[in-house]
């Protein structure tokens, strides 16, 4: 059983409590270079929430330098040290500070305010962000307790994302949307707290020296505190969980429905919508062709009660003008404009076609035409003069066994001018190898 035990004993491979705290103490500060990059990384995962790029907001998070204060003030806590706790709380808010007033700059002057999904993802936060928060948190704390820290800290200040809820702080900010604000600070206020107290309980548990002492009765008054902190973040996480299980199990619902009673029944569906959080909660529908009467629209709504699809009500678009706009309007609101990688994709896709000019004709042509010719290369290219004027060309480097006879030379240049009459051609043997 001892054996059991010594596998997860904590205090094996533990750094000196000195060297440790030492290490938590000069990572809390926001001054000169830490406040430097916090400022470039709050930019870097703007970008990254703007352009809905996950792997730059992970470079982000990466770079990041939040996490000291907050590990300082888990380690305060544990050892009742409270001018580092003062210290810690101190910088934490100027880190916050700097992070809202960045973010809140950048988003207010970009000129893409669409919320993405990654933006989205951090205005709702629930039970598991918690989860994530402490389990990531307590991660974190026990590397920096190690001898040999190992590789967990990056994945750590992926896992816990204290940059991005503070970006989306900022965003709503900045759209003047204080419901995308208040979720998204709150999952920062869950991270900070969860990963504080994580650090607070491996700090107990690794029986870190007391800086100060303090009476029972205070102490009592600490742990109260820590508690009453703690469930005032969990509750209402748990309502958002549980607001989010209602959800997804009421869209299964509605999907059910769709499928068995008019998807199945071959009515093809060209638009849906669903408004969850309206009230009464609302079904959009639109058919390619079937056109329904009152009494069919009754029986599909009382077939929804059956699916346990209440408090719904069922609209069908039928009225052909009526329906246009809400389509356009539904694909303006998903279809932000086009993704700008898409655009240089497609520019470079025709810059490219523009110089390829080789084809399987061109091939057969020459193989019959000049069968001396054992391979070859073309295609078009720039040539820049003295007085920096641009010419486009054809260039047809060839490889012969023997080189071509000046008849032989000059009908290919002049069949490749007929083939290519807007471009000058450059005929070029190239050497055998």
């Known amino acids: 059983m001892n054996n059991i035990f010594g596998f997860f004993d904590l205090h094996q491979g533990e750094e000196k409590k000195e060297t440790v705290l030492q290490n938590v103490i000069e990572n809390i500060s926001f001054r000169g270079s830490n406040a430097w990059i916090l400022a470039c990384a709050i930019v870097v995962a703007s970008v990254g929430l703007n352009v809905n790029s996950t792997a730059v907001i992970i470079g982000a998070m990466l770079i990041s330098p939040l996490m000291g204060p907050i590990l300082g ?26 992070s809202l007033t960045v973010s809140f700059l950048y988003f207010l002057l970009s000129p893409f305010k669409d919320a993405q999904s990654e933006l989205l993802a951090r205005t709702s936060p629930n039970i598991y962000d918690v989860l994530i928060a402490f389990f990531g948190g307590t991660v974190g704390v026990i590397a920096i307790t190690r001898v040999n820290k190992g590789n967990p800290i990056p994945g ?32 920062y206020m869950i991270n900070c707290v969860f990963i504080c107290l994580a650090t607070f309980t491996i700090v107990k548990y690794l029986r870190y020296p007391k800086v100060h002492y303090v009476d029972k009765k205070r102490e009592k008054r600490i742990t109260q505190s820590i508690t009453f902190i703690t469930l005032a973040l969990i509750l209402p996480s748990l309502y958002f969980a549980y607001n989010l299980y209602q959800e997804r199990k009421y869209n299964n619902r509605v999907k059910q429905f769709v499928q068995q009673e008019l998807s199945d029944k071959g009515y093809t569906i060209v638009y849906e919508k669903l408004q969850f959080n309206s009230r009464p909660r609302r079904l959009e529908l639109a058919f390619l062709a079937k056109k329904f009467d009152e009494k069919e629209i009754e029986l599909l709504q009382t077939a929804m009660v059956g699916f346990g699809i209440e408090n719904t009500e069922l609209l069908i678009r039928q009225d052909t003008v009526d329906l246009q706009s809400s389509i356009l309007s539904e694909i303006d609101r998903r279809t932000v404009a086009v993704n700008e990688k898409d655009i240089t994709i497609r520019t470079l896709n025709n810059k490219i076609s523009t110089y390829e000019i080789a084809s399987p004709t061109l091939k057969r042509d020459i193989s019959v035409l000049f069968p001396e010719i054992s391979s070859y290369s073309i295609g078009r290219q720039q040539q820049y003069g003295a007085n920096d004027s641009l010419a486009t060309n054809v260039a047809f480097l060839y490889t012969t066994d023997q080189e071509l006879a000046p008849v032989q030379r000059e009908k290919l240049a002049s069949w490749l001018g007929n083939r290519f009459p807007t471009d000058s051609i450059d005929v070029i043997r190239k050497p055998m190898r």
Do not use: E, H, Q
């Open 73 to 98: 003030a888990g380690f305060a806590l544990g050892t009742f040290d409270f001018p580092l706790l003062k210290k810690s709380l101190k910088n934490l808010l100027i880190a916050t500070l700097i």
């Open 156 to 187: 750590v200040a992926i896992a816990t994302a204290l940059m991005p809820p503070l970006c989306t702080a900022g965003y709503g900010l900045a759209i003047g949307n204080l419901t995308f604000f208040a979720g998204a600070i709150f999952l």
